[in-house]
């Protein structure tokens, strides 16, 4: 009995493995602390829709339901970065895979050049903290709270115009 | 038409990152802000490659008419790849047609061309081939356009000429010029005899040692050579077995088309006038003719044949063949009208040569139930169909399976032969 549907390569299997394995990794971080089974489930499940779907907008909620566990939590020690750089290579190497059907090679020079991409990716990770580690929220002036929500909310107007499509 | 479109992942760095980082000044969740730091990045990047122009995209096949077996390239045309980083085929599978790769499926980085698919008929015919999907990606994978589907193109593939040659003449060699040795005396190069000098003989022809000798002028005589009508006639009434291209086994309709064209190249080649009677549903007739573009029509008539159509045998066979003309019959003979008409056109004096083209197509394969009724009938239709093959054979045409070269060696000998009698006309 096949296992694969023909013409599928290897490489995309362990990729699309790794959708599976990272979001649920991140979340495994948190033990002995057990997260709540719905969370558990819920990541799990996500996690085997995207590796089966990279292509799709479904990708978001494992990602989105392991950081917001995390955030609930309240966890800012050494195990956060440790979930960053799951998360962000869940992300690239969804991308990679989301580049064609399961039956296309994944072409050597592009994974090369997502690595370097993910690692970019990766910079602001420790910067941000060691930012929100070292310093303290309550001594920054309250215009820059305004100025950072002001900033926040322009983004995403900017964003939202920005992936509208073109009109043809 | 296609536009540019965010992708999934850019929808999902965006979410994440804008949207944590929001979530994080915003509620004060620090957590969120520090996770969602490296989607920002990889949203921004995303965003700002965005390109603004649409192109317009065309793939082109190399070769649009091929022998079997061989290949021809799928190239993409794109009019503007400003903005495009990454371009993804994937062909659809067409039956008989092997692509390379494999599953049709290839991708690759803009600046390094792009991306070729090899695609190669395994079986003579019309192939629709091409037809695939086709997207762009922008850089940092933030835009996609596409997939746009692009039409397929039908490939003309040309029968393989099996490796066939023969050193028999054809029995009743009947046109001016060709390499058959004729039997009469005319302007050839085969030495015939030397006898003496008659007004009209040109002065070249003088054999001066004969003459010296004999102290009479004497010449060479040297035979005509001449072409002859040969007439090839493919039975596609059917099609039995199951082709695996040139790979695999063959079907009776594979080794009829590929023997035919095998015989048209060496007929053509040899210099003689080939004609083709296809006797079938869409049946088609090339009248005889000579030469490199003949050939190549004959060819394109027989990957014209359908495989798939079924129609009944005619009752008679009017080819409207001249006297010495040969009538090669490519038929795997399971049709009794078939039979009879070749039987008429053997009857009424036409050298017929029956090419038998059943080939493995009712060998029973092991370790079949041989008391299944499959089997039994097939069983019958084999025993019936040798029975018309001896009748047939008993009435002076003979019957050779096709084996490729030097199949019709010693059938053609026996007709130049039995052409070479002196016969007395009622």
């Keep these: ?52 779907f990279p292509d799709h907008p479904v990708g978001v909620a494992p990602l989105a339901l392991v950081a917001g566990w995390w955030a609930v939590h309240d966890v800012v020690d050494w195990r956060l970065l440790v979930v960053g750089v799951l998360l962000t290579t869940a992300h690239v190497v969804a991308t ?54 002001a900033t926040a909310v322009a983004l995403l107007v900017v964003t939202a115009r920005l992936v509208r499509p073109e009109q043809s | 038409m296609s536009s540019w479109r965010p992708t999934p992942a850019l929808v999902r760095a965006c979410l994440l990152g804008l949207g944590g980082v929001s979530l994080g000044i915003v509620l004060g969740q620090e957590v969120l802000a520090v996770l969602g730091a490296p989607f920002v990045v990889l949203a921004a990047a995303g965003l700002a490659g965005r390109p603004h122009r649409s192109p317009q995209v065309a793939s082109r096949l190399d070769h649009r008419r091929l022998h079997e077996g061989q290949g021809a390239t799928s190239r993409l045309d794109v009019d503007d790849l400003a903005g495009v980083e990454h371009v993804t085929r994937v062909a659809a599978h067409a039956a008989h047609v092997a692509a390379s790769p494999t599953y049709g499926a290839v991708g690759s980085l803009a600046d390094r061309g792009l991306p070729t698919i090899d695609f190669s008929p395994r079986r003579w015919g019309r192939r629709a081939v091409g037809a695939e999907r086709v997207a762009l990606t922008s850089p ?51 030495f015939e005899g030397i006898r003496p000098f008659a007004t009209g003989d040109r002065l070249k022809r003088i054999n001066w040692p004969v003459s010296l000798r004999t102290g009479e002028l004497h010449v060479v005589t040297t035979r005509a050579e001449q072409d002859a009508g040969v007439w090839l006639l493919v039975d596609a009434l ?22 035919a064209a095998a015989l048209a190249e060496h007929h053509v080649r040899t210099g003689d006038r080939v004609g083709l009677l296809v006797v079938a549903a869409n049946g088609a007739r090339v009248p ?21 159509a079924r129609s009944t045998p005619p009752e008679r066979l009017d080819l409207g ?33 029956v090419v038998d083209t059943l080939g493995d197509a009712l060998t029973q394969l092991d370790g079949a139930d041989r008391l299944a009724l499959p089997s039994l009938a097939m069983r019958m239709q084999k025993i019936e169909r040798d029975d018309r093959l001896r009748r047939l054979a008993a009435l002076g045409a003979p019957v050779v399976p096709w084996r490729g070269p030097g199949t019709l060696d010693t059938v053609l000998h026996q007709l130049s032969r039995r052409a070479q009698v002196p016969r007395v006309r009622a």
């Design chain 2, 238 to 259: 059917r099609d039995i077995g199951v082709s695996g291209g040139i790979d695999g086994r063959a079907s009776t309709l594979d080794l009829t088309v590929r023997a």
């Design chain 1, 96 to 149: 990679v895979v989301s580049y064609g059907p399961p039956t296309l090679a994944i072409d050597p020079r592009l994974a090369r050049l997502w690595l370097a991409r993910g690692g970019l990716a990766l910079v602001p990770l420790p910067v941000t903290w060691l930012a929100v580690r070292g310093l303290d929220p309550r001594l920054a002036p309250s215009w820059l709270w305004l100025l950072a929500g």
């Design chain 1, 1 to 52: 009995m096949r296992l694969l549907r023909p013409g599928v390569v290897p490489s995309e299997v362990v990729l699309r493995a790794l959708l599976l394995v990272l979001p649920c990794a991140a979340l495994a971080l948190a033990l002995p602390e057990v997260p709540h089974g719905l969370v558990v489930a819920g990541v799990v499940l996500s996690a085997a829709s995207w590796a089966w």
């Design chain 2, 140 to 190: 940092w994978a933030g835009w996609r356009w596409g997939p746009v589907h692009l039409p397929e193109t039908s490939l003309v593939v040309l029968p393989r000429t099996a490796p066939y040659d023969t050193r028999a003449e054809v029995p009743q060699p009947d046109g001016l010029v060709g390499r058959h040795r004729s039997r009469r005396v005319g302007s050839g190069s085969e």
């Design chain 2, 321 to 353: 063949t001249e006297s010495g003309s040969v009538v090669h019959v490519l038929s795997p003979m399971l049709f009794t009208p078939l039979v009879t008409a070749t039987a008429s056109l053997q009857r009424g004096g036409t050298s017929v040569v």
């Design chain 2, 288 to 308: 005889l003719g000579s030469g490199p573009r003949h050939l190549q029509r004959l060819l394109g008539t027989l990957a014209r044949i359908r495989t798939d």
